[in-house]
């Protein structure tokens, strides 16, 4: 069975620290371009984050520096792990993989940043 499975979502103060996983299985892990959505209350989904298969990442511009995005082919796992955390980065996180025309999702985790 083909899936992603997210993990590692929480409650976490403003200035704190998370790392969030995507476990995959029943694919090819290292074919797959691997990123990081988020959605917000109210907004619509955005890009955190793009890895692709020879381990190139691109951010979006509100990361600036604090999140970075890492894989795991052997475990067939990609991570993101976010410091310097904001109230405006709580929102749910999706993983996202991506190897043309096949585009899969996970179920998302969420992350609140409140004091």
């Known amino acids: 069975q083909v899936q992603l499975v997210e993990s590692g979502g929480g409650l976490v103060q403003p200035g704190g620290s998370l790392r969030l996983s995507c476990a995959a299985s029943g694919l090819t892990f290292s074919s797959y371009v691997m990123s990081w959505y988020r959605q917000a209350p109210g907004k619509e989904r955005e890009l955190v984050g793009v890895t692709s298969t020879d381990g190139n990442t691109i951010y979006a511009s509100f990361v600036k520096g604090r999140f970075t995005i890492s894989k795991d082919n052997i475990k067939k796992t990609v991570y993101l792990q976010m410091n310097s955390l904001k109230p405006e980065d709580t929102a749910v996180y999706y993983c996202?993989?991506?190897?043309?025309?096949?585009?899969?999702w996970g179920k998302g985790t969420l992350v609140t940043v409140s004091s």
């Open positions: 996202n993989a991506r190897n043309s025309p096949l585009n899969l």
